[in-house]
């Protein structure tokens, strides 16, 4: 069964710092896979996802991602972050059959600290 | 373009009453939609999702239940609630015939007291 795997569960960063978060995938065949952030109290928003193509995508707000097949990861990144960037973020994985729900990570939350 | 409208926003129940969470998406047709309840610590446990009208799959065997009774319309209903039901729920959807992102819509915070 698909799977993800998010390791950690609270991140603390200090503002200006780079930042990276691990997800980890069990799928059988090229995944379809997506980054989201949460705000308290509200739904979730994409960040960027990875279909096929080049292995480094770029999403909004200045995060990054990088897709390697060999270590089933999907770990996003950004270089400085900013207090407002605080926030719960989960990975996705979608199995490749249309109107299959996405499968969710149990989630991030990312602190920053001045 | 498209949006996903989700209420209420906010709603405190009674043990044993009834629920009824409204979800309408404008801007396509004939999307997949989803209901999704988030605990804490938790992430999205899966409710319930639907590829069309009056097809309804449950993923999780509970006191909820959910219809679709129009192409962009999703409910989530319960005729008892219990304790257990409070959280944050949210609705989503995906276009049709793809594998795509969802989008999701601002949430209802459910409190059963």
């Known amino acids: 069964a698909q799977s993800v795997t998010q390791p950690d569960i609270h991140i603390t960063v200090s503002e200006g710092a780079s930042l990276e978060l691990r997800c980890n995938y069990s799928?059988?065949?090229?995944?379809?896979l997506f980054w989201y952030v949460q705000s308290p109290g509200q739904g979730l928003q994409l960040l960027l996802k990875?279909?096929?193509?080049?292995?480094l995508v770029q999403g909004i707000k200045g995060f990054e991602a990088e897709f390697k097949r060999s270590q089933s990861s999907f770990n996003l990144r950004k270089p400085s972050v900013h207090w407002s960037d605080a926030a719960e973020y989960f990975c996705a994985v979608a199995p490749n059959q249309a109107g299959t729900a996405l499968i969710f990570g149990k989630g991030t939350t990312l602190s920053v600290s001045s | 373009s498209q949006t996903i409208h989700q209420w209420p926003a906010t709603l405190v129940q009674p043990v044993g009453s009834p629920l009824s969470l409204e979800c309408t998406v404008e801007g396509t047709s004939n999307p997949n939609l989803y209901w999704y309840r988030q605990a804490a610590g938790r992430g999205l446990q899966l409710l319930f999702y639907s590829i069309g009208i009056g097809q309804i799959s449950s993923e999780v065997p509970q006191n909820l239940s959910a219809s679709r009774p129009q192409d962009r319309q999703f409910i989530l209903s319960s005729k008892k609630l219990l304790l257990s039901d409070s959280g944050f729920y949210l609705c989503a959807w995906t276009r049709t015939g793809l594998v795509t992102e969802a989008f999701f819509g601002q949430g209802t915070r459910l409190t059963v007291v």
């Open positions: 990875y279909f096929s193509g080049d292995t």
């Open positions: 799928y059988g065949a090229t995944p379809y």
